[in-house]
């Protein structure tokens, strides 16, 4: 059984990361200025690598000869984990901005936590990872700061955008029965804890920015237990192409 | 084995370039944690720089066809992600290198929780780390971009001789 847990709990570590790079990798080519182009890039690399060491221990803890390949290109969409704010469509700027900012923040807080985790697995790989995220966190945080505290548009744009992502957040925040027994067995935090510390980061940025904190808390939930909005399934038939079309294809 | 016989599987692991920043070794790089004895062979103990950096497999293969010329076949290798790679394992010698390259070496990776030595794109959030520019060693410098070539590297600019450069990240 906490087998069981364990993986659920790694799939959705692993899928985040992986559904959110592969959003961040649907930029390339197209961004708004090279240098970004280049660092949404460099970002998506970051969160692919480290989706690739979730999902090979998830393999491993599940022992049912399951791969990183296995579990990223031949799962459907009800059996991703990942939270629903990943998987929100890149939009404009701001939007891709404000999914960043609000992820990142949370994402930095759960691996430093983590890194103290009584699986040393998970320990290890989230020490690492914590030092990539640091640079994400100053990124994303430059850019809000940068456009809400811009020109007229761009404040604009990126008050709607975090207006819009707002409700996607919540759900990082609300533990289950998965979470619960993790952070029992002292495998994870518990995730409410990690709320205070986020708010008060995301609200001192955005004030910084002269935006605005949304005060409707009300939060979606369920892609940490499988159930996605619309976007997801579009986003996979083109990450899982491949794999699909030609079967144990390889290089 | 002999001690010499290490020291020789040594020396071919300095002749892997990091296919990346080629002035470097992998052993300017840091991340050759141990090498030890494995039956006729040795096993080297590596550690990745970063989780996603494409040059990770590449790496890999160029340790095995190297220590295979210096007559180690079939070299194992395990990788460790504990203790986490740091920039700190770069020595004088690499980071004089980078620097002859046109890469501002990196500075102390040793941190708070969240304050970054690198300045953020907004004046409001800047630390105030000087990054010298490896061209003209002014102090003059400023951050065009956090990432720049590669995830290890933001992009900065001089001031002073105008030139763009890269910044090997603290890390």
């Known amino acids: ?251 | 084995m002999s001690g010499s016989r290490l020291a020789d599987a040594w020396s071919a692991l300095a002749s892997v370039p990091d296919p990346e920043i080629p002035v470097l070794s992998i052993i300017d790089l840091g991340i050759v944690r141990s090498v030890a004895r494995d039956g006729d062979s040795v096993a080297v103990t590596v550690t990745p720089t970063y989780s996603g950096c494409p040059a990770t497999e590449l790496i890999s293969t160029s340790i095995r066809e190297s220590l295979a010329r210096a007559g180690f076949p079939g070299a194992r290798i395990d990788i460790v992600l504990s203790p986490a790679w740091s920039t700190d394992w770069i020595g004088e010698e690499g980071k004089r290198r980078l620097r002859e390259f046109g890469i501002a070496p990196p500075g102390s990776a040793v941190r708070g929780t969240s304050s970054i030595d690198v300045r953020g794109i907004s004046p409001l959030r800047r630390t105030g780390a000087v990054v010298p520019c490896p061209r003209c060693a002014s102090h003059r410098t400023r951050l065009t971009a956090q990432f720049g070539s590669t995830a290890c590297k933001a992009l900065y600019r001089c001031d002073d001789c105008l030139e763009p450069f890269d910044y090997f990240k603290p890390h």
């Open chain 1, 1 to 251: 059984m906490a087998d069981t847990q364990r993986f659920e709990f790694l799939l959705r570590l692993g899928d985040s990361d992986l559904v959110l790079a592969q959003r961040l990798g649907e930029w390339v080519g197209k961004g708004p200025i090279l240098e970004e182009d280049i660092a949404l890039a460099n970002v998506g690399l970051d969160l692919l690598g480290q989706a690739r060491m979730w999902l090979t221990y998830a393999g491993e803890v599940e022992g049912a000869g399951r791969d990183e390949d296995a579990l990223a290109y031949r799962r459907d969409v009800h059996q991703f984990r990942n939270a629903l704010l990943c998987e929100q469509p890149n939009g404009n700027y701001a939007d891709t901005t404000a999914r960043q900012f609000l992820y990142d923040h949370w994402h930095v807080l759960m691996l430093r936590a983590l890194g103290r985790s009584s699986d040393e697995r998970i320990a290890a790989i989230a020490a690492k990872a914590a030092k990539e995220v640091d640079y994400h966190v100053e990124r994303s945080t430059d850019w809000v700061i940068r456009l809400g505290d811009g020109t007229d548009i761009s404040h604009e744009r990126m008050q709607a955008a975090i207006d819009a992502s707002w409700p996607y957040a919540g759900e990082l925040f609300v533990a289950d029965a998965v979470d619960e027994a993790m952070a029992r067995d002292g495998v994870a935090p518990d995730l409410a804890a990690l709320a205070a510390p986020w708010r008060a980061a995301v609200t001192a940025a955005l004030a910084d920015a002269t935006l605005v904190v949304p005060t409707d808390d009300w939060a979606q939930r369920g892609g940490r237990q499988g159930k996605h909005t619309e976007h997801l399934g579009h986003l996979l038939t083109e990450m899982q192409f491949l794999q699909r079309a030609y079967p144990d294809a390889r290089w």
